[in-house]
Nanobody, 127 residues
């Protein structure tokens, strides 16, 4: 069973920085994308940033230039460094891992799940 354990988050003033970390454990298919999503009250969950096992990154336009995502494939961890935080960054942040289904099919790997989610961690940006 795959588990995602998040750490970091909290309360920070506008313009400040925070770092989030997520460690995945269990039986994990190696071809995957790890990332962070967020959900603010009354809004849909949205992608913040993601990084594939090959190192390709994707960022939401709203965080480009302020947030940096990184991962350690050997440890199955992903981190999100958040700088120049704004009140609109306030949300619950969720760690996610998504498997490359096409790669699994090509490799003859049977997937019983296609993605996994962490419990979420609150980030509040307020003065």
């Amino acid at each position: 069973q795959v588990q995602l354990v998040e750490s970091g988050g909290g309360l920070v003033q506008p313009g400040g920085s925070l770092s989030l970390s997520c460690a995945a454990s269990g039986s994990i298919f190696s071809r995957n994308a790890m990332g962070w999503y967020r959900q603010a009250p009354g809004k849909q969950r949205e992608l913040v940033a993601a990084v594939t096992s090959a190192g390709a990154t994707n960022y939401a336009n709203s965080v480009k230039g302020r947030f940096t995502i990184s991962r350690d494939n050997a440890k199955n961890t992903v981190s999100l460094q958040m700088n120049s935080l704004k009140p609109e960054d306030t949300a619950v942040y969720y760690c996610n891992i998504q498997y490359d289904v096409a790669a699994a099919q090509n490799m003859g790997v049977i997937l019983y799940d296609y993605d996994h989610w962490g419990q979420g961690t609150q980030v509040t940006v307020s003065s």
